[in-house]
T-cell receptor, first 114, second 115 residues
């Protein structure tokens, strides 16, 4: 399977703990995106990378959130000191340059903060 | 700021009936517009996209959408619904610095198809 993969698929944590999600994009895609989706809502943009450069971050991405893509391949999204409001599905997507808006999404990582 | 509104969080149709899912966008510049579909336990998949070429766009699985600038709409249609079309559908608009590098999604419309 050469699609976008995310790990873990489900994470349950206690408030105040740190969590990290990993995304492996389609190998030839140089753009990688993180979105957050809550129940009854569409995906909300968090941030995106072109190769290893983080080009845009949403205001939704508070200081507790950090994303990296150190070698321009996989990416990690870390949430520090989790809060109950962080409970959501975290989606990763990738796209090829020149294919504006044609995002390939992973199945998501569901976070539950108790 | 760019925004996308989907009218109707749930739509139910009979198998074989017309499917119409509504999407309106707000933008000060002509946008890139998209429809994505999400089947249960799967990631979002691109159905079709509008990028200022033809105003009637055809996508996969018999879906199409028409860009109407005067109405700021991009409604999704399919002449005859199939049971396999049951899913959640998201309209999205391209936005962002230096081009349309991020998508702004609507809240989604869940389509149910009954026999």
């Amino acid at each position: 399977d050469t699609g976008v993969s995310q790990d873990p698929r489900h994470k349950i944590t206690k408030r105040g703990q740190n969590v990290t999600f990993r995304c492996d994009p389609i190998s030839e895609h140089n753009r990688l995106y993180w979105y957050r989706q809550t129940l009854g809502q569409g995906p909300e943009f968090l941030t995106y990378f072109q190769n290893e450069a983080q080009l845009e971050k949403s205001r939704l991405l508070s200081d507790r959130f950090s994303a990296e893509r150190p070698k321009g391949s996989f990416s990690t999204l870390e949430i520090q000191r989790t809060e109950q409001g962080d409970s959501a599905m975290y989606l990763c997507a990738s796209s090829a340059q020149g294919h504006t808006g044609e995002l390939f999404f992973g199945e998501g990582s569901r976070l539950t903060v108790l | 700021a760019q925004s996308v509104t989907q009218l109707g969080s749930h739509v139910s149709v009979s198998e074989g009936a017309l499917v119409l899912l509504r999407c309106n966008y707000s933008s000060s510049v002509p946008p890139y517009l998209f429809w994505y579909v999400q089947y249960p336990n799967q990631g979002l998949q691109l159905l079709l996209k509008y990028t200022s070429a033809a105003t009637l766009v055809k996508g996969i699985n018999g879906f199409e959408a028409e860009f109407k600038k005067s109405e700021t709409s991009f409604h999704l249609t399919k002449p005859s619904a199939h049971m396999s079309d049951a899913a959640e559908y998201f309209c999205a608009a391209g936005a962002g610095r230096g081009g349309y590098n991020k998508l702004i999604f609507g809240a989604g419309t869940r389509l149910a198809v009954h026999p």
